[in-house]
Structures are given as structure tokens and as C-alpha cells.
T-cell receptor, first 114, second 116 residues
């Protein structure tokens, strides 16, 4: 089955700096890669996703890049703000098989210091 | 946007009690819903895939008689933790996907279950 490795496990940055979180996956058939933000006591919230036919996607301060050959994808947050502090999870799946079952990375605790 | 509602958000009950958690997709139909369990400071662990009108598919190591799943309609799936014990205490989260558009999974806000 799929295995997703996520690094780093914790990340501390100053407000205004950029933050980068990296994930690698093992199943070359995976074709959908979402990123979720989870705040304390809440469920994960989708912040951005990318499909395997695209190398990069951007939404305001958030961007995701995908390298299919190397089987890794990254989340980039620019101009970080204290409200970006949360746990971030990457995930991978095959969209049209296994009901789109997601395999999650271990999570990254991001802390943005004012 | 898509919303998934989970209820209750917090349950405290005595050992031996059965607890039912509801997961509803509010603005789309979900043939498939997913149930996860999350321990503190850990990732989400998929417990089972809930399919409308058929039996759920459980992940390896998850006791199907312990965690009963019913997906009776296109907008509602329920997870019942039967004869709960303290080791069942955890954060349970559901998700649903709008398959008509091959959409992403959207998650509920979870249920904090504490068994005394």
C-alpha cells in the first residue's frame, strides 16, 4: 500500500518568513495530493490540493509543487502569520480507485512567532 | 462550500456504554464516507470506509463488531462504539467526498470520546 513520509515534524518561523513542508510517497499510481490544516480540537481543513497532471498550484500565500519522477510534493507558505500556526498534513490517493482513500503523512506542527 | 457535520462534538460516558456518532454531508450527496481515529499529536488513522447501502470496509486491525458503521442514506453515516472501554477514548473524525465531481474529502470537526 501507499506510504507517505512528511518532514519536518515541527517547524518554527518568525512572522513574515516562509515555511516549507515536504512529503514523499511510495505508490507511483497515486495521482491526487491534498494538504490539510488542523487546528486544535477541530477536524482537518483542506487548504490546497494538486493532481498529478500539474506541477505547481498557487492560491494566494499558499503553493504546492509536485515532482512525479521523484515522488515528492511540497507545501510553501509565504509571508506567514500567527494564524497560520496549526498542524499540517499531506496526503496521497488514487482518485478513481479505492474510493479515493487518503494516506496521510505524520503531520507538521507549524508555529509562527509574532 | 462543502460542509460535513459531525455530532456530538464531545461525549463522556461510563465504561460499557455504547456511543453513536453521526456524520452528515450538508450540501452534497456522499456515496462514500470515511471514519478516522486520531490519538493526541498523531496523524489520522483510517478505520473504515462507509458505503451507502452496503457493508463498510474495515482497515486491518479494526474490530468490525466493536465499531459498527451504518450508512443508511446518501447524507448520513453513523459510527457506534459498542461496549466502550477507556482504551476506546480518542478523537473520531469522519469525512465525505462529493464523488459526482471527484471532489476532495471534507472533514467533520470530530468527536472527542472519553470513557471513564
Amino acid at each position: 500500500g501507499e506510504n507517505v513520509e512528511q518532514h519536518p515534524s515541527t517547524l518554527s518561523v518568525q512572522e513574515g518568513d516562509s515555511a516549507v513542508i515536504k512529503c514523499t510517497y511510495s505508490d507511483s499510481a497515486s495521482n491526487y495530493f491534498p494538504w490539510y490544516k488542523q487546528e486544535l480540537g477541530k477536524g482537518p481543513q483542506l487548504i490546497i490540493d494538486i493532481r498529478s497532471n500539474v506541477g505547481e498550484k498557487k492560491d494566494q500565500r499558499i503553493a504546492v509543487t509536485l515532482n512525479k519522477t521523484a515522488k515528492h510534493f511540497s507545501l510553501h507558505i509565504t509571508e506567514t502569520q500567527p494564524e497560520d500556526s496549526a498542524v499540517y498534513f499531506c496526503a496521497a490517493s488514487r482518485v478513481r480507485t479505492s474510493y479515493g482513500k487518503l494516506t496521510f503523512g505524520q503531520g507538521t506542527i507549524l508555529t509562527v512567532h509574532p | 462550500g462543502a460542509v460535513v457535520s459531525q455530532h456530538p462534538s464531545w461525549v463522556i460516558c461510563k465504561s460499557g456504554t455504547s456511543v453513536k456518532i453521526e456524520c452528515r454531508s450538508l450540501d452534497f450527496q456522499a456515496t462514500t464516507m470515511f471514519w478516522y481515529r486520531q490519538f493526541p499529536k498523531q496523524s489520522l488513522m483510517l478505520m473504515a470506509t462507509s458505503n451507502e447501502g452496503s457493508k463498510a470496509t474495515y482497515e486491518q486491525g479494526v474490530e468490525k463488531d466493536k465499531f459498527l458503521i451504518n450508512h443508511a442514506s446518501l447524507t448520513l453515516s453513523t459510527l457506534t462504539v459498542t461496549s466502550a472501554h477507556p482504551e476506546d477514548s480518542s478523537f473520531y473524525i469522519c469525512s465525505a467526498r462529493d464523488e459526482r465531481v471527484s471532489g476532495p474529502q471534507h472533514f467533520g470537526d470530530g468527536t472527542r470520546l472519553s470513557i471513564l
